[in-house]
Every structure is written in structure tokens, then in C-alpha cells.
């Protein structure tokens, strides 16, 4: 395609559909155990035994040369320009990097921090790179891109704050901080950073009060929703199930992994949902 579209791992988009629409994934790194590597090439148990044991995880953007080589790979396979969008700066320096690399390169290279994560970063790739393969430019690509993000909510459960807080992403949400253990608190992303929603008594009725909250974002518009877990279990699928029957114009619905990076920073008990407004 002759624009080609870059994203990073915390877009939590599945290997397959990214491959079918021209997506290539750059991988944020995770020091843990004594090695520092790709996302990718942790095991997702081994992380969540380390987590669960109280060892220290820690992330890091992509080196720029990953990026470089990325944007190399995509002009030798014809583009003429690249649009690539990552996680908000505010949660990641990976934006950064991708501008670094960007000086690099012989073609345009438009580098959008997309103000968010997980799947309103995927779905606002996948808008992106259907755009690009139907023959818009990169302007149009940006836009289609931008209005998907700006559009789509990020709605997340964690069983405690804990995670946040160690790896120093916990943003608004720190006004959350203290509550009793029984009471579980309720996330969004908001400004590009990690705001609080709700706090709720007890996991099963948080879970169900996530469910309300994406129902009501969703309103009567057609959206596709992603349910992002580190572990699929009965409890991820029983909310698929619900939000298929009291979503009224659902486009689509994906059950997805949520990348480790985001795993290491939200815990391993953790849920989330993304409703992304269909364009």
C-alpha cells in the first residue's frame, strides 16, 4: 500500500487481523526475572507468576533502531509514506522514539499520539489501514485514524491499584488510593492518562457495573467493542455474551489478550472494555 500503517503492541490487536490488514506491530519491552526483551517473548503465565509473586516488572518503549527498521521494511515494500500511531505519552515514551526514527527515513512519516491504549489504539489502526488500502492519502489516513481514537472509550476493572502504582502510571486515579480491599475500582483513559470511573463493592458487581458502563457508551450508534483480558476465563466470555445481547447496534465484538506490557502496569486480575463508534 503506498501508505503504510505502523502501530505498537499495547494496541492489543490479534496477530491475524492485524496480518490481514497490513498492520505491522512494534514491540514495547519488559525487564522481569533478570532479562529485558520484546513483549512478545514473555510468556504470559511466567508474568503473571512474577507479578503475583511481588517481583519487579518493568517496561520500556521501543529502541528507535526497532522502529527504523520497521519504517525501512515498509518503503522496500512500496510505501510512500507511513502513518504510525502509539500509545499516549503520557503513559509511554514511545511516540518519542517512533519521531526519532522518523528523522531517518526518506519518506513522510506521520507519528500520532493517539491519547489512549489497547484496543482504541487497534481499532484506530485497523480504520487507518482499511483507509490506506482503499487508496487515501496520509491525511486522510490521519484523520480517519484520529477521529477513531478521539471516539472510542476505555473502560477498565483491576482488582487493585497496586500495579498502577508501582509502575507509576496511575494519572487521577490516584485519588483512589486507600480504598478498603473489598471495594474494586473502575478506570477510563482520559486526557492520556489513567482517570478513575467508579469504585464498587466487590469484584462480581464491579464487573457487572463495566458491563452498564459500556452498554451506556454505546448508546444507540453502531460500535464494535473489544474485551481485553490477560487470561480468558468463564468471567471474560459471560460479558462477552452480555454485552452481544443488550449492545443494540453491535458491529462487531472481539475477545482479545491484553498485551503484557498493559498486564504488567494493571495486574493480572484485570478486565477491559473498548467501545470504538463505528465511522
Known amino acids: 500500500m503506498p501508505v503504510a500503517v505502523i502501530t505498537d503492541s499495547t494496541a492489543c490487536l490479534p496477530e491475524q487481523v492485524a496480518a490481514q490488514w497490513g498492520v505491522t506491530t512494534v514491540q514495547l519491552q519488559i525487564r522481569a526475572n533478570g532479562r529485558v526483551d520484546d513483549e512478545n517473548r514473555f510468556e504470559r503465565t511466567e508474568l503473571v507468576e512474577t507479578l503475583r509473586a511481588g517481583n519487579t516488572v518493568s517496561t520500556s518503549p521501543p529502541d528507535p533502531g526497532a522502529f527504523f527498521w520497521t519504517y525501512q521494511d515498509a518503503v522496500s515494500a512500496g510505501a510512500?509514506?507511513?502513518?504510525?500511531?502509539?500509545?499516549?505519552?503520557?503513559?509511554?515514551?514511545?511516540?518519542?522514539?517512533?519521531?526519532?526514527?522518523a528523522q531517518q527515513v526518506r519518506v513522510p512519516v506521520y507519528v500520532l499520539d493517539s491519547t489512549t491504549t489497547s484496543m482504541s489504539l487497534g481499532?484506530?489502526?485497523?480504520?487507518?489501514?482499511?483507509?490506506?488500502?482503499?487508496?487515501?492519502?496520509?491525511?486522510?489516513?490521519?484523520?480517519?485514524?484520529?477521529?477513531?481514537?478521539?471516539?472510542?472509550?476505555?473502560?477498565?476493572?483491576?482488582?487493585?491499584?497496586?500495579?498502577?502504582?508501582?509502575g507509576g502510571r496511575i494519572g487521577a486515579a490516584s485519588a483512589l488510593l486507600g480504598s478498603a480491599m473489598a471495594i474494586k475500582p473502575l478506570l477510563t483513559v482520559r486526557d492520556g492518562e489513567v482517570a478513575p470511573l467508579s469504585k464498587v463493592p466487590g469484584s462480581k458487581r464491579a464487573i457487572a457495573k463495566l458491563t452498564d458502563l459500556a452498554v451506556a457508551r454505546a448508546g444507540e450508534r453502531p460500535v464494535d467493542i473489544a474485551v481485553a483480558c490477560v487470561t480468558p476465563s468463564d468471567r471474560e466470555l459471560t460479558v462477552v455474551q452480555r454485552l452481544r445481547e443488550r449492545v443494540p447496534r453491535l458491529n462487531d465484538i472481539m475477545l482479545v489478550h491484553a498485551s503484557t506490557v498493559i498486564t504488567a502496569h494493571v495486574g493480572p486480575g484485570a478486565l477491559g472494555i473498548t467501545v470504538a463508534p463505528v465511522p
Not at 80 to 101: C, N, P, Q, Y
Request: aromatic share 6%; no cysteine; charged share 25%.
Open 80 to 101: 510512500d509514506a507511513i502513518v504510525s500511531l502509539h500509545i499516549s505519552r503520557k503513559l509511554s515514551a514511545t511516540a518519542d522514539a517512533a519521531r526519532e526514527a
Open 123 to 166: 481499532f484506530a489502526a485497523l480504520s487507518a489501514a482499511r483507509a490506506a488500502a482503499a487508496g487515501a492519502g496520509p491525511q486522510r489516513v490521519m484523520q480517519i485514524a484520529d477521529r477513531r481514537y478521539r471516539a472510542s472509550s476505555e473502560l477498565l476493572y483491576v482488582d487493585t491499584l497496586e500495579y498502577l502504582r508501582r
